[in-house]
Every structure is written in structure tokens, then in C-alpha cells.
């Protein structure tokens, strides 16, 4: 299935279990739920896929901190 350009996969392993896996951009991301149907499932999915975007969104506007992991000065 694709949601908002994300292409994932939701597979029932035993019932009410259900196996999950997408990827954003390099980052496979993959877990389990516990959903009595399919489509609640489905959408336990769709709202990760939007956090995992929210959170890519904001680590590509966010430039790097070029004094991180620099010891600092304060003493």
C-alpha cells in the first residue's frame, strides 16, 4: 500500500498481531501492533508514517550544529 508517497506492508503473524515495515528516505522502519482488524491496523501505520515524515522534515530544516560534540570552553 502507499500513504502520502510511502510505500509499506502490514501482514497479520497470529491473530490480532500484526507485522508492519516502511522506509523513509535511507531509514527502514519496521514494528508490530496489536489491532482486532485490519484496518486499524492499517492506520496505527499511517499515523507512524506521519511522524517518521514530521520528524525527517524537520532534521533536513534544521542544519547540522557545527559545535556539536565539541568540548566546550566553560570551565
Given at each position: 500500500?502507499?500513504?502520502?508517497?510511502?510505500?509499506?506492508?502490514?501482514?497479520?503473524?497470529?491473530?490480532?498481531?500484526?507485522?508492519?515495515?516502511?522506509?523513509?528516505?535511507?531509514?527502514?522502519?519496521?514494528?508490530?501492533?496489536?489491532?482486532?482488524?485490519?484496518?486499524?491496523?492499517i492506520?496505527?501505520?499511517?499515523?507512524?508514517?506521519?511522524?517518521?515524515?514530521?520528524?525527517?522534515?524537520?532534521?533536513?530544516?534544521?542544519p547540522?550544529?557545527?559545535?556539536?560534540?565539541?568540548?566546550?570552553?566553560?570551565?
Amino acid at each position: 500500500m502507499i500513504y502520502k508517497g510511502v510505500e509499506f506492508t502490514v501482514t497479520a503473524v497470529a491473530p490480532g498481531i500484526w507485522k508492519w515495515q516502511f522506509r523513509v528516505g535511507d531509514r527502514l522502519v519496521a514494528g508490530k501492533t496489536e489491532a482486532r482488524l485490519n484496518l486499524l491496523a492499517i492506520r496505527r501505520v499511517q499515523l507512524r508514517i506521519d511522524r517518521e515524515l514530521k520528524k525527517a522534515e524537520r532534521e533536513i530544516a534544521r542544519p547540522p550544529d557545527p559545535s556539536a560534540g565539541r568540548p566546550s570552553d566553560k570551565s
